[in-house]
Nanobody, 120 residues
């Protein structure tokens, strides 16, 4: 069974930094794209950043220059370094990965979410 486990959320003051991690585990043949999404109260889930398995990245305009996505393919892990955090970054952050398991079709997987709260 494939699962994504996130860590690193928490409470931080505006201007501070946090680093999120998400590790994919289970019977995995290959992990393709990985990414982070977030959902603030009363809002739809939105893309934050994605990274392909060859390292190409894509960011939401709202986080460009402040957030950096990276991955360790050997560990099937994706990271999100968040700097210069703003109160509007407050949300539940979800890890996403397109994974080809060993014994089932390729599918999208989601983590359980980790809360990031930025105080003003």
């Amino acid at each position: 069974q494939v699962r994504l486990v996130e860590s690193g959320g928490g409470l931080v003051q505006a201007g501070g930094s946090l680093r999120l991690s998400c590790a994919a585990s289970g019977s995995i043949f290959r992990v393709n794209s990985m990414g982070w999404y977030r959902q603030a109260p009363g809002k739809q889930r939105e893309l934050v950043a994605t990274i392909t398995n060859d390292g190409s990245t894509n960011y939401a305009d709202s986080v460009k220059g402040r957030f950096t996505i990276s991955r360790d393919n050997a560990k099937n892990t994706v990271y999100l370094q968040m700097n210069s955090l703003k109160p509007e970054d407050t949300a539940v952050y979800y890890c996403n990965a397109l994974i080809l398991p060993r014994w089932s079709p390729r599918a999208d997987y989601w983590g359980q979410g980790t809360q990031v709260t930025v105080s003003s």
